[in-house]
């Protein structure tokens, strides 16, 4: 079992397998959840060394994934934080506890390289995808902005689709300024699904 607790929780077995997942998507495709995910992404992109540690919460400099997030915001002693405690660990990253599970499962027990330091970087790898694949950008505060400006002109500056590739903004006829606006603002906001 891992720090996760999901092999052999009873809350699991109780809830039921598809009960409990659909548990899951909703914490993370919450607002909490989202923001949590976007806060992810930014910092594992900001690590210098993409490399991510497994059943520990930050150990000697490196981290699991959300021990990154709690070095990127500062916390201190984070070293001290109890990894097993996942009530603490929502409450310290404002998320419900099934989200942490679900992120700790993930970082831990999805990265399967024999040799440790290939699977500390695979580890890496394998977080950044599944973030990236869970994060809804029209979520994003940028994109309510964009949309408002877009309306004030009277006039669509893009439009989104979702496909393989993630999300792809297309520009659609505008004055020159809002879409030279609308075009930096899209350009932002894709480099940071990347």
Request: glycine share 8%; aromatic share 8%; hydrophobic share 40%.
């Amino acid at each position: 079992m891992g720090r996760h607790g999901y092999l052999d929780d009873e809350e699991c077995e109780q809830l039921g397998h598809d009960r409990y997942r659909k548990q899951v998507a909703f914490a993370m495709y919450g607002e909490r959840g989202q923001a949590l995910l976007r806060e992810l992404r930014d910092a594992l992109d900001a690590m210098t060394d993409k490399r991510l540690i497994k059943n520990e919460f930050v150990r000697g400099g490196q981290a699991c994934a959300m021990g990154v997030v709690a070095l990127s915001r500062g916390i201190p002693d984070a070293e001290k934080i109890d990894r097993d405690d996942h009530d603490y660990l929502a409450k310290l990253f404002d998320v419900a506890p099934i989200m942490v599970r679900e992120i700790q499962y993930k970082n831990d027990d999805c990265a399967w390289s024999i040799d440790p330091a290939s699977a500390m970087v695979e580890r890496w790898e394998l977080m950044r995808e599944w973030v990236g694949e869970n994060i809804d950008e029209l979520q994003d505060p940028l994109v309510p902005a964009l949309r408002e400006i877009a309306a004030m002109k009277g006039q669509t500056i893009f439009s989104s689709t979702r496909g393989f590739d993630g999300d792809r903004m297309y520009m659609e006829g505008a004055s020159a300024a809002f879409e030279r606006a609308a075009s930096v603002a899209a350009e932002a906001l894709l480099d940071r699904t990347k």
